[in-house]
Structures are given as C-alpha cells and as structure tokens.
C-alpha cells in the first residue's frame, strides 16, 4: 500500500512558478514509477509527466514540454514537479500517482494523492 500526498499548489500569476512536491509512505517508493496529471472541473484527467524508478527516463505531455521539469528524490520518498513560465490553462488540480509502468495510461497507476489546486490568473 502507498500513500502520496502532494503540496505546493497555490495561486501565480502568469509567467510565474510553482514547484509541486508528492510525498509517499512505504520502503517501496523507489520500485514505482510516479506520474503527474491534472484534471480541470468538467473535463477528463490528462496526464502531464511521469518518471522512471530511477529518474533515468521522463516523458511529458507536449503541452508541458519545455516548461515542466518532473525529478524524484528516492532518498525522501517525493516526486518533484517544477513548473515554469505558467499559463493560464495550466490551471487545474494536480494530482501525483504511482504505478509499476512507465506509462501515461492513468489506467496503469493504482495509487493516486488526493490532489493540489494550481490557480493561474492572467
């Protein structure tokens, strides 16, 4: 069983930053691939980046692609997600999971947090 709990959301304004954390309970972090995604009301949950076990591989949404940067800390349990110059249409409750395939599926990760709001004002 894992448990992730993600911090880090908030409101900026457009061109700021935010830096999310995701930390998980359990020894066994380090044997799980970790994804972001996030989900506007309304509208489906879209995946935005994951990671390997090791950090080696990250693969990102093209949305995303040159503004978001994914890292682990397996040391501490957390999964990091930087995002930079942030654009209105980020905004959206972020969620962190975690699965055993490097995957974007959603399908394929059976742990999820609970969830951090990102407000991005124009």
């Known amino acids: 069983q894992v448990q992730l709990v993600e911090s880090g959301g908030g409101l900026v304004q457009a061109g700021g930053s935010l830096r999310l954390s995701c930390t998980a309970s359990?020894?066994?972090?380090?044997?799980?691939?970790m994804g972001w995604f996030r989900q506007v009301p309304g509208m489906e949950r879209e995946f935005v980046t994951a990671i390997s076990w090791s950090g080696g591989r990250t693969i990102y949404a093209d949305s995303v692609k040159g503004r978001f940067t994914i890292s682990r800390d397996n040391a501490k349990n957390t999964v990091f997600l930087q995002m930079n110059s942030l654009k209105p249409e980020d905004t959206a409750v972020y969620y962190c999971?975690?699965?055993?395939?490097?995957?974007?599926?959603?399908?394929?990760?059976?742990?999820w947090g609970q969830g951090t709001q990102v407000t991005v004002s124009s």
């Open positions: 999971a975690a699965g055993p395939s490097y995957t974007a599926g959603q399908g394929d990760y059976g742990y």
């Open positions: 359990g020894r066994t972090f380090s044997t799980y691939v």
